[in-house]
């Protein structure tokens, strides 16, 4: 009997165990983003702008890894783990089910309708190409031709002749984040090619160091990817997105850059928009990497929340503030100095989010970016035309420092529909602006 008791508790635990196992890991299910203003009216519509649109619930997207695979199969499983090579593909997504009608995806698309939202799935990553992160190693040609030709394909199809790149934060799934990165190019009309870069996150809400460990070990990989796009596509810029811990992949990459990079070299890399969003960087780091790439964009926007209830739980665990919710008493008096000359100009945008001036926003939200219909139709509008914030509609402010700072409007959903309607008006009729 004591046996058979004993035996029934070892049972009771692994289940336990294996309970919160799942608890700890788990993944919710990625919806379709609220509708950007910009499109809400459905007087603007990017759909209609695009002459390849398939008019179907099926969604791809580019992407690129640096997780080790867990087999070297057709329809490749990563794992949490940082690999040796740099892996090229594409990613086929689905909004909805195989029998939701386009109608429906595009009525929810370009209206503030309520109700629930379509399930964004990944179903298949295709790969196509693999590049060694061996410093020693070159990739063959045949790599850099499958890789090169997988997105030039993708830019010939697309109206925008940019490739946007989408860096997940901590704590994300494969999945999860080709589908935050699918939401966007699907709100652009399907019009922008978009490439996700699935860094090793250890999907694990309470292995944060693992993922500060794992996104340090991606930088270079990142940094890589950069090189590859510029040298072998005809991507006219190549922008990025840099959500939560994405940017402690994306700001030493650009560091790793920036100091690698020769004055006449600087601008062979094409980098258009870079944009961090909700960054979970030291901000003393932040600006200290910023210093050696800020002239290399067209601009760096910093969007930040003071109230974000995530990045506080960051700065507690790490002793510094981040950098999208930033402490000017982190900065060094030369870094700060720095940073508000730098804000003069079009080198570095700070733009302040707060429940204060984004109607309907929640005052410690974190996943603003695409969470807030403002929000997100600034960064289309941004990413696409490549306007200051001044032409996107957004008010100037000055902090009392000197820094210079961006805020929201109250009328911004009517501005931003009339800016871009006479945006889309002149990019079809005069030639793309070439200066900031």
Known sequence: ???????????????????????????????????????????????????????????????????????????????????????????????????????????????SEKGPRLAVRLEELEERAQFPLDGDASPSGTENRAMADTVNRA??????????????????????????????????????????????????????????????????AFARLLELLARHTHARNINIIAYSAGAQIVSPALDIVGRNSPIEKRKDLRLGEVYFAAGDIGVDTFVKHLQSYADMPRGTTVAVNLSDSVLALAARRTRVSRAGRPDIGDLSQEKYNWVRKATQGPELTVIKVSAETVSGMGSRTHDFWYSHPWVSSDVLTQFIFHLLPRERGLVENVQEGGVRYWTFPPDFPQRIVEIVREAAMEKRNLPARVTR
Do not use: C
């Open 1 to 111: 009997m004591a046996i058979r008791k004993l035996l029934l508790w070892i049972v009771v635990g692994v289940v336990l165990v294996g309970v919160g196992l799942l608890a700890i890991g788990y993944q919710p299910t990625v919806y379709l983003m609220p509708t950007p203003a910009v499109m809400g009216t459905g007087e603007i519509n990017p759909f209609d702008l695009n002459p390849n649109l398939s008019k179907s619930n099926e969604v791809r997207i580019l992407f690129a890894t640096n997780r080790l695979p867990a087999a070297e199969t057709e329809n490749r499983i990563y794992t949490i783990f940082p690999g040796d090579k740099l892996r090229i593909g594409v990613a086929h997504m689905r909004i909805g089910d195989e029998e939701t009608p386009w109608e429906k995806i595009l009525n929810l698309s370009t209206s």
């Open 155 to 220: 830019l010939e199809q697309s109206v925008d002749k940019d490739i946007t790149i989408y860096v997940h934060g901590a704590n994300t799934a494969i999945f999860r984040a080709a589908a935050q990165a699918a939401q966007y190019h699907h709100f652009t009309g399907r019009n922008s090619v978009v490439l996700a870069f699935l860094w090793p996150s250890a999907e694990n809400l309470f292995a944060y160091g693992t993922d500060e460990r794992h996104a340090l070990k991606s930088a270079p």
